[in-house]
């Protein structure tokens, strides 16, 4: 019995120290979460400056390999409009993630409470934001300008996913920036109409007077 006494008792004693750090524990798993996600935004940001900074001569070299993965490059670049989108929701997806997890971990370290309010959203802005810009998009967009073959490679597969998973979304997008592509055009030809018309007014008063 008192063998079994001591078992419960150091099982209680490993439970309770487990049990006792819970926010350690949600802390690392939170930072291992955020550095995935950043990951995530990189790639996708890399992927966008690889796709569409491919050159012809690019392309033709893909349509000479016939490889699966040069056909599905290609495939992809056939509708730039929904690979953009694709890439443009998955990134904001991946980017609006990693600031509210970000929020909770910098909120979950400091304590704010005696300082104004907006102490705390400026630190998070800066903070969040310097890593997104530095290691989401000015590096990895650098990276991929120098290796565009490889990173569309590498992401031709997670993007044609990406693409099926976003299908809704994209196209609805899509179908936005076209209507108002369609009003903007309305508007310049209207605003080139009357232009020709003033520069025509003008040249007749000038031939009035001559």
Known sequence: MESSDGDYESWGLLLNSITSTP???????????????????????????AFFSLTPQDSEALKNKRSKLSKLIL????????????????NN???????LISSLVIFSIFNFAQYPYYVGFLIEVVIVT????????????IFAAYNNLKMARFMAYPLFYLEKLCY????????????IEKRLEKHQNVQSVSLEEIDHAIDLAVDDKT
Do not use: D, H, Y
């Open 23 to 49: 926010s350690a524990l949600n802390f690392l798993v939170a930072v291992l979460i955020i550095f995935i996600m950043l990951l995530c935004s990189a790639l996708v940001s890399g992927a966008e400056v």
């Open 75 to 90: 495939k992809l670049l056939e509708k730039p409009r929904t690979l953009l989108a694709t890439i443009l929701i998955t």
């Open 93 to 99: 997806f991946i980017n609006i993630a990693i600031v």
């Open 130 to 141: 310097f890593f997104l810009v530095l290691f989401g998009e000015i590096i990895p967009k």
């Open 168 to 179: 809704p979304l994209s196209q609805l997008l899509i179908s936005l920036t076209r209507v």
